[in-house]
């Protein structure tokens, strides 16, 4: 795959757009790291994992049961990209933070970096001993009140599409 349209590289075209939308009173996390040159699974994994824990997503708050509850669909992680990205009237703005069909279409993008292949962790309700999936090692995690998005993985990127947000 040429660097001209490696995932890398049309994540960082996402994230230029997406950083021209300004939050009502939030902000985004938008990072990625390439994966591709890591041979094996395990190794892959690890890379993956430390990956989240540079960004927050680390025990105790989030472990093995986090993950495994946060793991969802991607047209499940379509809908709770979207609503992360739209905010309104659901997280107390009187107004779209961005409008519905522009929060869909980035969500699209997003989830299309992602092959066949592709794993993607999402704010789902918690089950069982599980908590919300959030990035909780964050230093200014709790000066908010939503927390949304997606933290995707697949053999050569793994990324990260949230958004952190106040009413």
Known sequence: MSNEHSPLKRFNEIKERLLQRKR???????????????????????????????????PPDVGDDEWRNGEVFREDARQYITHALQGGAEIGHSRWDMPPADAASFAGEFLNLFGDDGRFYCNAPPAGRAQVLAPYGRPEFRDYIFSGGCV????????VLWVLDND
């Open 152 to 159: 995707a993985v697949d053999a050569h990127l793994t990324a």
């Open 24 to 58: 009502v009173a939030g902000i985004y996390l938008l990072e990625a790291t390439d994966l591709s040159a890591i041979a094996s699974d395990g190794a892959k994994r690890d890379g993956f994992l430390d990956f989240a824990t540079r960004l927050g997503f680390y």
